[in-house]
């Protein structure tokens, strides 16, 4: 089965940079549509960023465009998503995501789009 793989987090001061990376064990990222969601306590897991198995769509969520980059390297079947402009309220843990499904619309938003999750990793942004 399908094992996702995040790493990157970490602690931050607001302003700064983290990129997360995830990747997968035994199987191969290229075919999937992969997203990135996050957490933070006490709130529901929402819908980040998305990318199609080409690389060639993406989405963001509002409150990261402009700021994050999702972008993927099928070479070493790996989806990274590079966090600028860090704020306070970007803490939470972060899971990537797979789906076989290519992405349509507003799917890419909700949790039961994908059928595979990674552990998540934690991002801080504390000065």
């Known amino acids: 089965q399908l094992q996702l793989v995040e790493s990157g987090g970490g602690l931050v001061q607001p302003g700064g940079s983290l990129r997360l990376s995830c990747a997968a064990s035994r199987f191969t990222l290229d075919y999937l549509t992969i997203g990135w969601f996050r957490q933070a306590p006490g709130k529901e897991r929402e819908g980040v960023s998305c990318?199609?198995?080409?690389?060639?769509?993406?989405n963001y969520a509002d409150s990261v465009k402009g700021r994050f980059n999702i972008f993927r390297d099928n070479a070493k079947s790996t989806v990274y998503l590079q966090m600028n402009s860090l704020k306070p309220e970007d803490t939470a843990v972060y899971y990537c995501a797979a789906s076989p499904r290519p992405k349509y619309g507003s799917a890419w938003l909700q949790p039961a789009f994908y059928n595979y999750w990674g552990q998540g990793t934690q991002v801080t942004v504390s000065s």
């Open positions: 990318i199609d198995s080409s690389g060639g769509s993406t």
